[in-house]
């Protein structure tokens, strides 16, 4: 069993920033890629990030990848999700996920099937 955990959500204004943390508890060392998804009122979940845990490959959803970073850090079984120049469409419950699962084509790890564990999740509120 892996459970992640995310934490750091919170109130922004429109430009500011924040940074996300999913601390992975239990079998760490089965991971293999961990995914930050989001959800806001009355749409459907949406890929925002992955990271690769051996290779540190990194994928990004269009309308972050100018403004969101992720990284990791193995020796604590962490994963940051760096939010910048934050927008109100950002808005949204942000779910953290861990696949144990290696795919062929990174295009597996756009899609919330493919990850088997997920945390509850941590609100970002971004004012105007």
């Known amino acids: 069993q892996v459970q992640p955990v995310e934490s750091g959500g919170g109130l922004v204004q429109a430009g500011g920033s924040l940074r996300l943390s999913c601390t992975v508890s239990?079998?760490?060392?089965?991971?293999?890629?961990t995914g930050w998804f989001r959800q806001a009122p009355g749409k459907e979940r949406e890929f925002v990030a992955a990271?690769?845990?051996?290779?540190?490959?990194?994928y990004y959803s269009e309308s972050v990848k100018d403004r969101f970073t992720i990284s990791r850090d193995n020796a604590e079984n962490t994963v940051y999700l760096q939010m910048n120049s934050l927008k109100p469409e950002d808005t949204a419950v942000y779910f953290c996920?861990?696949?144990?699962?290696?795919?062929?084509?990174?295009?597996?790890?756009?899609?919330?099937?493919?990850?088997?564990?997920w945390g509850h999740g941590t609100q970002v509120t971004v004012s105007s």
């Open positions: 996920a861990v696949s144990t699962l290696s795919y062929p084509h990174s295009n597996y790890y756009y899609t919330g099937r493919t990850y088997g564990y």
């Open positions: 239990g079998r760490t060392f089965t991971s293999y890629a």
């Open positions: 990271i690769m845990r051996r290779s540190g490959m990194t």
